[in-house]
């Protein structure tokens, strides 16, 4: 009775297998080079446009404080074999109080333009995803991949041109 029982268990996993085997075959499956997506996207030149004027007032202080450092850095050499004690000091604390409030506003100019950048791809992200969406929905695939996962694929299983005209003339 038990070897009924598992050989019975032992055909329905089988069967099991094999039916699931089968229908995987015919699922069909697309894949996305995201990289290359991001790379032939229009929208991608404008937001970093969008961003170069939204920091550009902070981009042209960072440059201002740099040049300032510069130039008490030259007067320091320049001027050092006749300047008095004290005001080699004087310029000494002049030039770290500027040194160090360009490196916090540039910590904080490279956080900033970082999250930004990230809020932007984020949301290009999403749009890429519904791009992704429509395709596969209109071309029948079952499944889409990233093609970073797939160790090989036939060329005409890749969607990226396919959701890069989608993105282009759905916006």
Not at 19 to 39: C, E, N, P, R, T
Not at 132 to 152: C, K, N, R, W
């Amino acid at each position: 009775m038990k070897t009924l029982i598992k050989s019975t268990a032992v055909t329905a996993a089988l069967a099991t297998t094999l039916f699931a085997g089968a229908a995987q075959a015919q699922q069909k499956i697309g894949v996305v080079d995201m990289m290359s997506i991001f790379q032939q996207l229009p929208q991608r030149e404008q937001i970093s446009q969008e961003l170069q004027a939204e920091f550009q007032d902070r981009f042209e202080e960072m440059r201002q404080l740099e040049q300032k450092v510069q130039e008490l850095r030259q007067e320091q050499e320049r001027d050092a074999s006749v300047m008095s004690e004290a005001e080699m000091t004087q310029l000494s604390r002049e030039l770290e109080q500027v040194v160090s409030e360009a490196q916090l506003k540039q910590k904080a100019l490279q956080e900033d333009t970082r999250r930004r950048q990230q809020q932007e791809r984020n949301e290009l992200l999403g749009e890429v995803q519904q791009a992704i969406t429509v395709v596969a929905g209109e071309q029948g695939y079952d499944l889409v991949l990233e093609s970073s996962a797939v160790a090989f694929m036939k060329a005409d299983n890749d969607l990226s041109d396919e959701v890069v005209t989608e993105m282009t003339s759905g916006n």
